[in-house]
């Protein structure tokens, strides 16, 4: 097997038993990126000559006996943090020669754990999609399927996972784009809960909303990589001072007598009948594992599309006004004055869905419309969390579907954008909520795509989320299916 086919914990204990060497992983993945990424297309920039540079100095740590949490393991990153000499565009012409004079806390602590960085990876422009179709540098393609989208925003660290370009991988997640791309590509993804993981470096779409999550290839590997990104940075006002405990002692739990809540709003018509039979077999095998379903309720359900696109426009829009043309990123050369400036710098800088929703929230946050929209819609949101705080009263977690289809076709849905937003609709409420939630993969539809299954769980339980996803992945024995799966269909030829 090749190593870039391996997970972290495997890849550990082979650094560690001396059967291989941080320079021999890299070099396995640098050989599946040349044989893949022009077919993929996960990456906007590769970072090969820093990587080789951070390799060595893991082998030489290693040496020494200093193996840290990640010593040796290639990451790929989201192309929203920050990374110190390197370009951050968000997928976007307005950012593409954005060079930041700093690192995000992620990419520190990464940094520190000994992890190395293959690159910046695809994204829909400014997390603004659900297909990675919206990228100013292109679309990318779902490493099962190349003819369809591989989920979004964080399209580009799905893929690179999925694909093994990669060993794990960080994306963001302001409406389920971190979930909705691991659903899709069939990898596991994980939002934590808000402040749960800094977001000092994260370029912001919508600040009450985002929050910094891993891609991974299986659940304990989701476990390694929240030991190093979670916890309270002084630096970033919304991070919460908790103790994080250990993710790793979840892991072998099991699941005797968890409660798991099935809620009747998510078990609707319009969902892909495999899906819902897929979601529905996971469920039966939760219960085998000794978990116990209760029915429940999460009446605001129903609100959550028209909140979120109210809400995340508005902040939206607030953020990006600093993108003008004056300090960084592109600059357009048309303006005949200040006020033209600006006004071609944004016109051409930014894509359609980018200045759709800065319309809208501009909008919704005038005078005259502030209290009949945006006011409103914080008003439905503290509902929505209202709801999860009393089913969590019922039930330890909450079981979803996390998209209601599979991936689809590449250009299918670019000029519905309401059934776009959609297929966002099983994962916005979290954000609305800020709890954590993890997708896992539960089977595959007759196509042979993937499909997610979601858990839900209260504020800073991430452990239980991964206690319940490891029970599932190893009675469901999903690890070695997705393994079969993957041989058999992402061979590329």
Request: net charge negative; glycine share 10%; charged share 20%.
């Amino acid at each position: 097997m090749e190593l870039y086919s391996l997970t972290i914990h495997e890849l550990q204990d082979k650094l560690r038993a001396g059967e291989v060497t941080a320079a021999d992983i890299l070099a396995s993945v640098y050989q599946r990126i040349d044989q893949v990424e022009d077919k993929v297309h996960a990456y906007i920039t590769l970072m090969k000559e820093s990587a080789q540079a951070q390799a060595a100095a893991a082998d030489a740590a290693i040496r020494n006996g200093d193996i840290k949490a990640l010593t040796g393991i290639p990451i790929a990153l989201k192309d929203i943090y920050c990374v110190q000499g390197f370009t951050t565009t968000c997928g976007s012409r307005i950012l593409h020669n954005f060079v930041p004079p700093y690192d995000a806390t992620v990419v520190e602590k990464l940094r520190a754990a000994g992890a190395i960085f293959t690159g910046k990876t695809n994204m829909d422009e400014f997390a603004m999609g659900s297909s990675t179709e919206t990228s100013y540098f292109g679309v990318t393609c779902n490493p099962w399927d190349l003819t369809r989208i591989p989920g979004g925003s964080s399209g580009g660290s799905a893929a690179a996972v999925a694909a093994d370009e990669c060993i794990a991988a960080l994306g963001s997640d302001t409406g389920g784009s971190i979930r909705q791309p691991a659903a899709l590509c069939g990898v596991v993804g994980l939002k934590p809960t808000y402040g749960r993981v800094s977001r000092f470096g994260l370029v912001a779409f919508a600040s009450s909303l985002d929050q910094i999550g891993p891609f991974t290839k299986d659940v304990e590997d989701c476990a390694i990589l929240m030991n190093v990104i979670a916890g309270y940075d002084p630096r970033e006002s919304t991070s919460v001072n908790l103790e994080v405990p250990d993710y790793r002692s979840f892991l072998s739990r099991g699941i005797k007598g968890l409660r798991i809540g099935i809620p009747k709003e998510y078990f609707i018509e319009g969902i892909d009948p495999e899906i819902l039979a897929s979601v529905q077999q996971a469920v039966a095998v939760l219960e085998t594992a000794g978990a116990k379903c209760v029915d429940i309720s999460l009446p605001h359900t129903e609100y959550c599309l028209a909140v979120y696109y109210i809400v995340a426009p508005a902040e939206a829009s607030s953020n990006l006004a600093r993108y003008d043309g004056v300090k960084y990123g592109f600059r357009s050369p048309e303006g005949r004055d200040l006020l033209d400036m600006y006004k071609q710098s944004r016109s051409t800088g930014f894509g359609d869905e980018v200045k759709r929703r800065i319309i809208i929230g501009t909008y919704v946050l005038s005078s005259g419309y502030y209290d009949a929209y945006y006011k409103k819609a914080s008003q439905v949101r503290a509902l929505i969390r209202r709801d999860f705080d009393e089913a969590f009263q019922e039930c330890d977690i909450i079981v979803t579907p996390t998209s209601p289809t599979a991936a689809f076709r590449i250009g299918e849905k670019t000029d519905d954008p309401m059934q776009m937003y959609l297929s966002d609709i099983f994962t916005i409420s979290a954000n609305m909520a800020g709890i954590p939630g993890i997708s896992i993969p539960c089977g595959f539809t007759g196509d042979g795509l993937p499909i997610g299954l979601q858990f839900l769980a209260g504020h800073f339980q991430e452990g239980t989320l991964i206690q319940a996803a490891a029970a599932y992945e190893k009675t469901a024995g999903m690890g070695a299916l997705i393994a079969r799966q993957k041989q058999a269909k992402i061979n590329f030829s």
